[in-house]
């Protein structure tokens, strides 16, 4: 069964961006429902579902926005479409500034590719990132 992958991209304040994957796909889904905190949402196609090739299958990726009005408070997003498993993420927008007294954690990452981290420490080790002290931002640098 075809499945739908999503991660968080940066996005201006008062946005949600996401980065949207449907792997092993014959082709790209005719509709996605958005469900942001358990309703309905609508989300502006960024870059629409394109075509790729990874390992032989068939992969389509795209960039969507949704407008999110909880000023930094976690959401959850659900992605779904007919005949593929449905994903889900919990995300949060950049706030327009950081409120007085409060924080603004940065997670900065370098030289990190997905196929020398077989055993997925580096998932895991953002696993253990307590809730209460997550990252706001996470900026993935370096030559990958």
Not at 1 to 20: D, N, T
Not at 101 to 124: I, K, M, N, P
Request: some cysteine.
């Amino acid at each position: 069964m075809p499945g739908l992958v999503i991660h968080p991209r940066a996005a201006s304040a008062g946005k949600l961006r996401v980065w949207l994957g449907v792997f092993n796909a014959d082709e790209a889904p005719a509709e996605i429902e958005w469900d942001l905190d358990g309703k309905a949402a609508s989300a502006a196609s960024i870059r629409p579902l394109t075509a790729a090739h990874t390992s032989g299958s068939r992969t389509y990726t795209g960039i969507f926005e949704l407008d999110d009005d909880a000023h930094g408070t976690e959401r959850r997003l659900r992605v779904s479409a007919a005949g593929h498993q449905s994903a889900s993420l919990d995300l949060r927008a950049v706030p327009s500034a950081v409120p007085s007294g409060d924080w603004f954690r940065v997670l900065l990452t370098s030289c990190y590719h997905q196929d020398e981290d077989r055993r997925g420490l580096a998932a895991q080790t953002f696993d253990n990132i307590p809730a209460a002290t997550r990252p706001d931002l996470t900026l993935m640098m370096g030559d990958q």
